[in-house]
């Protein structure tokens, strides 16, 4: 609930967030949950999900701490790329060494979820990332 809420409040889609969060990293300042970043791994690909930082929380590392963690996450079960679809923070995860694709190079794993089938508009900003091992 308090994750829906946070990913309400920067306009991400909650309607196809899995039931168990295992796979997602949430930072806490106490009791109050400041930011999210979660991978869905898909095969040997995962579709980064979820990246969000309450509005107090900016501007501290915190978003960079998450996606990392995240990537961590996504190396650690083997997976050899991740993907992302974006409105808005295509540059910031160009930091990262996201680079554009076009939408339909998204394997049929990924392009089959529904932020890509769907809940993104057409006009968002696919990206891809090769992760390795060590």
Known sequence: EVLEHLLSANR???????H???MFTLAFDGEALAGSAGVQV?????LLR???VYDAYRSHGLGRQ????????ARDVGVREVWLITESADRYFETFGFERVPRDAAPPDIA???QFAG????SAVVMKLLVTNG
């Open 119 to 122: 809940l993104c508009p057409g």
């Open 20 to 22: 168990d969060l295992g």
């Open 12 to 18: 991400l889609p909650i309607s196809d967030l899995p």
């Open 50 to 52: 979820s990246v969000a």
């Open 112 to 114: 089959e979820t529904p």
């Open 42 to 46: 898909l095969g040997s690909c995962a």
């Open 66 to 73: 998450l996606v990392e963690a995240a990537l961590t996450t």
